[in-house]
């Protein structure tokens, strides 16, 4: 706790931790008996209040928020009962009588996270009774991320339901933003919860008989969302003054940037997320000698198989703007076999300059090779607190940072403020506040997670920063293996699946002097690049002695983006860029079944594609046109964003923009024909923009209003007819 024991001049009101923190019993008798709209409560002192947590996670963070609330909860003298959504036997709705939390995210394309399927299902049966939730008060934080088209849509679905059936709201719905940062939305929510959650507590105890009134919208608690954060004014008196650097009009900076920010930033007082609690210990044991480095690999749950590279080729020209790289895997005599529009998963390390450089920063390069051992602090005020299971007992310190950890990225609020307390020098103990501070938010944004700062390049710039293994192991997410979707069909190449993906690259900004590429991508085209086949080159010759390239790959469980299992039922398919890449496999599956079945009855296909330059980025050009001619894609409409204009009419930049030209055969293939619509690409943009316009050929060609047209478009939404494989 350097500010502590440094004696800050400036008072920061750490969100989380406004009071003082006080024997647990205590602090449940103030925050029950405490003065309020409903006057004091009766309660005995030895009674902790009780309400039930739920959480349904796919990735990990509406547990750690839940996991967080609960901990505050712990603090306030209030026992949250904490479980998953998939654990039906430790807790009951239906019998429930204490406040009810929720905190749920949203996966797919705006489903429920896997753990939250069954209630969510159980929850939207027809047969439930008008009342069925009647006697519930609950409050729900979504979290979702807006460059889905459905933002939070499972914590949305979850809070209509709740108040069709009934139940009441204590506190105003949080959605929290993934792509702007949870953070924004969550700090707030859960200050706010504890006043709301309190005045439930007393309404629930005081008139047990007023449950099951019917809903009423205005009552819930809009705290939250109102929230305030309270700063406590610059202290003068309280000794010297560390954290603040002394204001020096010469050596100030006249602009901001990833250490050093201007006026009025830096001379606000702060208000901070509270210190995470500690929960780890890391000791470097033995050196691993049979092991080293070489016996590093994924740590996966799932079955992993290592399959060779047998092509790999650049799609795109040299001066294109991204850098599209085909690869193909040889499968036969594995257990892997796909469907057209199945995906898989690419387990990757870390870059080695990461992994390296992290090493250095932290002093740690000549014990790479050492076992880490992990240990719970016994003391821990971190409830629910664990080892991550995903770090294998025997890891190594190379094997933890280089396949555990997701290392590169952007390092959170919270980890920032946990950061401060192993920095020695007081500007940038200050910068780092701002940095994750409410105040600070839009540099956070500018300097750190915008540019996709790593964890070392923020170390860059706090020379006097230096955590603990234990911390990054607390604050790094796990290194997920990366998802991509088959870009082949099995019936034309047995035994083989493709892919395709662009080189993601981070230009150099403040705090990154050189670009990298991302992990994944990165990692596969410096692998391939022994054997890559230039754009329109030679393939390289045999390597001799060296051994090819080998990925490890699991598959992923199927999605509903298939070709429609009856053939004659037309399709559209949306795909700009490597968008295109399940509809490579679509088009080979069908040309395949053309050939087999030479008097077969197909439907007629539609391909919107688009690219940057006809000449740079036009992906697997050739082959679509062979489709064309033999007549396994009907219509292909293909527009290029950055070409010159040609001709007179102006031609459509985008895939939405060509789909609005094409009005009349959309509407007809889908809401007469009752054809499919499969959209791959972008969340961000595409998507969205594709939905837009389908909603409005819709409109414009069954002659409906707005909202009737939404409605036409989620219907085609649940007869499963409108699918997406989408990624932000
Ligand atoms: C594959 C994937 C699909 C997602 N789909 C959606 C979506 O359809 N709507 C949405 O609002 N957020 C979506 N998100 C964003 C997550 O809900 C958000 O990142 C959330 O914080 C994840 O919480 P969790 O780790 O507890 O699952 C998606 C995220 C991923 C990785």
Known sequence: MGLNRRGPRFALAVLHNVTQPRRDCRRACEFLEAPGPFGFLAMPCQVKSRFLL?????????????????????????????????????YNLEKETAPVVFVVSTTGDGEPPDTALRFVKGLRAKTLPADHCAHLRYALLALGDSNYPHFCNCGKTIDKRLRELGAQQFYATGHADDGVGLELVVDPWIEGLWEAMRKALSDMSAAPERRGCAPDPGEADRSGLDLKIQFLALNDSAGPSPAVPESDAETAPLEASLHASVPPLSESALGVPALPPPFLSAELLEPLELLGTDGDGPCAEEPVHQVSVTRAEQLTREDAVKTALLLELEIAGTPFSYEPGDSFHVFCPNPTTQVEGLLQRLGLAARRGHRVRLQLLPQTRKRAAQIPSYIPENATLHCLLTWCLEITSVPKKAFLRALVDCTTDAAEQRRLLELCSKQGSADYSRFVRDPGLTLLELLGAFPSCAPPLSLLVEHLPRLHPRPYSAASSSLCHPGKLRFVFNIAEYPACSGRPVPRRGVCTGWLAQLVSPVLRPRGGPRPGPQPGLPGPKVSVSLRPSTAFHLPSDPTVPFIMVGPGTGVAPFIGFLQHRDQQRREIPDGDFGETWLFFGCRHKDRDFLFREELERFVESGTLTHLKVCFSRDAQQGEAPAPKYVQDNLRLHTRDVARVLFKQNGCFYVCGDAKNMARDVNEALIGIAGAELGLEKLEALQAVAALRDEKRYLQDIWG
């Open 54 to 90: 739920l959480y349904g996670s796919q990735r990990g963070q509406a547990k750690a928020i839940a996991e967080e609330i609960g901990e505050q909860a712990g603090e306030r003298g209030l026992v949250a009962d904490i479980c998953c959504l998939s654990q039906e036997d430790k």
